[in-house]
Nanobody
Framework: QVQLVESGGGWVQAGGSLRLSCAAS????????MGWFRQAPGKEREFVAT????????YYQDSVKGRFTISRDNAKNTVYLQMNSLKPEDTALYYC????????????????WGQGTQVTVSS
């Protein structure tokens, strides 16, 4: 069982930055692929970024490439999402998730989810 708690969301003006954190419980954090998803009002939850258990491999949604960076610290059981050059269309509830199979981009590949942290970007 893995419990995930996100933090770091908030309000920011367009062009600004935020850093999301996701703290995980358990001693097996380093064996899970980790991902960030987001869901805007009235829209489906969508993939944002994922990172392999070792942290060597990452993959991003096209719309965030070059602006967002996913990273992890296995010693601290934490995964991060650094978000720069934020746009109003980045406004959403951001979720952290853990996948037993490793790096993954599909929602159904993830076994555990956090409760989400709200990110609001104003124009």
């Amino acid at each position: 069982q893995v419990q995930l708690v996100e933090s770091g969301g908030g309000w920011v003006q367009a062009g600004g930055s935020l850093r999301l954190s996701c703290a995980a419980s358990g001693r097996t954090f380093g064996t899970y692929g980790m991902g960030w998803f987001r869901q805007a009002p009235g829209k489906e939850r969508e993939f944002v970024a994922t990172i392999s258990p070792s942290g060597i491999s990452t993959y991003y949604q096209d719309s965030v490439k070059g602006r967002f960076t996913i990273s992890r610290d296995n010693a601290k059981n934490t995964v991060y999402l650094q978000m720069n050059s934020l746009k109003p269309e980045d406004t959403a509830l951001y979720y952290c998730a853990a996948a037993q199979l490793g790096i993954a981009i599909g929602r159904n590949d993830y076994n555990y989810w956090g409760q989400g942290t709200q990110v609001t970007v104003s124009s």
